[in-house]
Each structure stands twice: as structure tokens, then as C-alpha cells.
């Protein structure tokens, strides 16, 4: 079955360097979102969106941005990169059930950013 | 480069045995939990929900538990298997609406051959 694609898999940058991940959806699922997980970390929630638009917002940096594009593909631009930043970006996928809560988010494998 | 060390609670357990995985959660107004497992390397894997509802959920050789009254959320796992080697979060949707997940602490379960 298809899963969540995201690319790169691996991205090296250097401070104040720019850097745009993206996420493939499962194909026909509706919302996608973006959590950040630092070294031992747990996910943190970023930013989601629902039919394109934006449908939640977590503690995303103002130096970062998404957007759901309208083959539903998402891209999470960061700039002005920081040491800080260096961690493992997953998106999820889900369908939506009429809004209801369900939960069951589909995560790809993530992409590890390392600012250097 | 990563930080040296993941300070993460450790579960030990032999081959066959039973694992139990705790968690507490803040928000008395999160209606739906999920626990899931992520291996080294890779993104969180869905394993069991359970709604506010419900005091208890089967799966396959997983069983959830949650106590409302005192916000806590557990997950079982019956004859314990080396793939079983992960780190297991549970996570609380605290979304008004969709699902927006708020993760806790992860626990690494370690499986003894």
C-alpha cells in the first residue's frame, strides 16, 4: 500500500541557510500534517491542513512556513535556519471523517535536517 | 550533530514476557488516545486507539487501558517479541477539530532474547 513520501530523506545546512521539505500524501487523504522530533525527543505538532488550507498551528517558528499545494503534496519552508533546528521533520497524513476525530494519522519516515 | 544520550525511560524485558507501558495525560478534556511505536529510524506506526468512552481496548497481543480518573493510559503487550523493540508514545487528540495529536514522553522497550 502507499505510504507517506517524504524527501529528502537527509538535508545538511549551514546557520541562516534556507531549507523546503516536502511530503507526498496517501493518495485520496485529505490533511496532512507536520510534527518536528528533536534527539529523544517526542513529536511535536507544527502545523496541519485540511483541504488546503490551514487547519491547526503548533508551536511552528514565525522563520517557518507551510503550505498543502492542490494535488495535496505539502512543503515546510524554514529559514533563517539555527542550530536548534537540526531534527527529524515527519509528516502524517489522514482522511478526515466529516471532521471527526479519528486520530489514526499516517506518518512517513521523516526527513533529518542537520544545521551545522 | 545528535546530542549524545536519549534520556528516555528504558523497559527491560525478557523474550515471551508481558509488557505494561505507562502513561499520564494533563488534559481532562482529550476524548481520544492513541499509543504508537516507532523503530529506529522511522516515523511513528499507529498501533491501538481508545476513545474517553471506553476503559479498555484488545488488539492483537495488545490491550490499552485507560483510567479517566486519574489520567492514565497504559499499553499492554502479551508475549513480548524482539520486533517489539521500540519506542512506544502515547499521544491525546486535543483538537477541537481534526486530529491534531499531542504526544508524551516515549518509553524504549527493550526485548531479552
Known amino acids: 500500500a502507499a505510504g507517506v513520501i517524504q524527501s529528502p530523506r537527509h538535508l545538511i545546512k549551514e546557520k541562516r541557510e534556507t531549507a523546503t521539505l516536502k511530503c507526498y500524501p496517501i493518495?485520496?487523504?485529505?490533511?496532512v500534517y507536520w510534527y518536528q522530533q528533536g534527539p529523544g525527543q517526542d513529536p511535536q505538532f507544527l502545523i496541519s491542513?485540511?483541504?488546503?488550507?490551514?487547519?491547526d498551528k503548533g508551536s511552528i517558528p514565525d522563520r517557518f512556513s507551510a503550505q498543502q499545494f492542490s494535488d495535496y503534496h505539502s512543503e515546510l519552508n524554514m529559514s533563517s535556519l539555527e542550530l536548534g533546528d537540526s531534527a527529524l521533520y515527519f509528516c502524517?497524513?489522514?482522511?478526515?471523517?466529516?471532521?471527526?476525530?479519528?486520530?489514526?494519522?499516517?506518518f512517513g519516515e521523516g526527513s533529518r535536517l542537520t544545521v551545522l | 550533530g545528535e546530542s549524545v544520550g536519549l534520556h528516555l525511560p528504558t523497559l527491560s524485558v525478557q523474550e515471551g514476557d508481558n509488557s505494561i507501558i505507562n502513561c499520564a495525560y494533563s488534559?481532562?478534556?482529550?476524548?481520544?488516545f492513541i499509543w504508537y511505536k516507532q523503530e529506529s529510524g522511522k516515523g511513528p506506526q499507529f498501533i491501538i486507539d481508545?476513545?474517553?468512552?471506553?476503559d479498555k481496548r484488545q488488539g492483537q497481543r495488545v490491550t490499552v487501558l485507560l483510567n479517566k480518573t486519574v489520567k492514565h493510559l497504559s499499553l499492554q503487550i502479551a508475549a513480548t517479541q524482539p520486533g517489539d523493540s521500540a519506542v512506544y508514545f502515547c499521544?491525546?487528540?486535543?483538537?477541537?477539530?481534526?486530529?491534531?495529536?499531542?504526544f508524551g514522553g516515549g518509553t524504549r522497550v527493550l526485548v531479552k532474547p
Open positions: 488534559n481532562s478534556a482529550s476524548d481520544y
Open positions: 502524517a497524513s489522514s482522511l478526515a471523517s466529516g471532521g471527526a476525530a479519528t486520530g489514526e494519522l499516517f
Open positions: 491542513f485540511y483541504e488546503k488550507m490551514q487547519s
Open positions: 493518495p485520496r487523504h485529505d490533511t
Open positions: 481508545i476513545r474517553s468512552n471506553m
Open positions: 499521544a491525546e487528540n486535543r483538537g477541537a477539530a481534526g486530529n491534531k495529536l499531542t
